[in-house]
């Protein structure tokens, strides 16, 4: 597991691509003697960079992206986790094909999570001497991403750095952000409340947030359940912003 995650919510070409990168930042707590506590390593997670922008071609995404991933920082030390929903299939090909190596997450309504595993050649131009089967992608449901935004954002484990760009239109879309029954299907759905509302950074954080807890099951925290059916009304992580 690195020490960065780099977060992509894709978007058709008039919709906001987001981006964010999330830094595990592991931190000793001293514990209380005269409890016999012991001293415990605390994993923070900093939200350290924002960009949004409307209307990017899927080939300046990709580029931008691979600008991003040469920062002295995140060279060969960040995960590139991709909202591969929908339009992302295209814009993850692209990645691939400049050498990029995205980790394409498909959310779904309900289930379980499933990594679909494929022939590298499959998935890597020019890898066609490759046997070998490699991740394609990781189905999550969506309500598993918000159970892990819930639980770091309960235990007051996200942290993020001041100064950030698009820290005040990051604010808007986590309070807008709401739980709601589909009257079609019966299922708890999370999405931006009204259709002028954007969620594409809420996205990437939630992705972000479950990227980390489910790397770190068994050492973190292997005795916490995500929760499942929270109301909507606990959904508060903009609280902490």
Not at 39 to 57: L, S
Not at 74 to 86: Q, R, S, Y
Not at 222 to 228: A, D, K, N, R, V
């Amino acid at each position: 597991m690195k020490e960065y995650a780099i977060l992509v919510d894709l978007a058709k070409k008039r919709d906001f691509t987001a981006i964010m990168v999330m830094k595990d930042s592991p931190q000793v707590v001293l514990g209380k003697e005269l409890l016999k506590q012991p001293n415990k390593v605390v994993h923070y997670y900093d939200i350290v960079y924002i960009a949004q922008q409307q209307g990017m071609r899927y080939h300046t995404i990709a580029q931008e992206i691979d600008e991003l991933q040469q920062r002295a920082v995140l060279v060969e030390n960040a995960d590139l986790i991709v909202d591969g929903t929908g339009v992302g299939e295209g814009v993850v090909e692209i990645m691939r094909e400049r050498g990029l190596r995205p980790i394409p997450i498909i959310t779904t309504n309900s289930g379980r999570v499933r990594e679909v595993y494929a022939d590298a050649a499959e998935i890597f131009p020019g890898a066609t001497k490759l046997r070998m089967r490699t991740l394609k992608e990781i189905h999550v449901p969506k309500s598993d991403l918000v159970a892990a935004g819930q639980l770091l954002v309960q235990q007051e484990r996200v942290r993020v750095a001041a100064g950030l760009r698009w820290a005040e239109e990051a604010r808007k879309q986590f309070k807008s952000f709401r739980g709601k029954i589909n009257e079609r299907t019966q299922h708890k759905v999370y999405e931006a409340e009204t259709e002028e509302d954007h969620d594409d950074i809420v996205i990437c954080f939630l992705m972000g947030a479950w990227w980390f807890v489910s790397q770190r099951a068994q050492q973190e925290i292997p005795e916490q359940q995500l929760p499942q059916d929270e109301d909507a009304r606990t959904w508060d992580p903009y609280d902490f912003w």
